[in-house]
């Protein structure tokens, strides 16, 4: 399970590079998580409490793709956007498009297309 949390900043122009970001871990990744015993809210709920300042029942998250990844697993993507909030993460960072391509961190493609789709700008590469 991947949890994909974005946000939008609607005081600046959609062309503005701040305008659309999106979080990555210390790792430069998406936080992610493997459900076993637990549900898909549990799982969910223990990776956002696990790089967020926030009331996990708060944001509004819903499905945002479904991949096979193997023979024996599955990867399901959520997404969220939330509002820009001082000192929400409790590790990581929201990063734009253009600060993932200053610093190198490669974003793979799959997960680039879900981010333009949910940007309301081109992500730009």
Known sequence: ?????????????????????????????????????????????????????????????EICDFRKMSLDECEVIYVANIPEILGITKSGRFISDAEAERQKIKVDKYYEQLLSKRSRCTFRR
Do not use: A
């Not at 430069?28 to 549990?42: A, I, L, T």
């Open 1 to 61: 399970m991947t949890f994909i949390v974005t946000q939008c900043n609607t005081k600046l122009n959609p062309i503005d590079e701040n305008y659309f970001k999106f979080f990555i871990n210390n790792h430069n990744k998406f936080p992610s998580g493997v459900m076993r015993s637990k549900d898909e809210y549990d799982t969910l709920k223990s990776i956002s409490d696990k790089y967020f300042h926030l009331e996990f029942d708060w944001m509004n998250k």
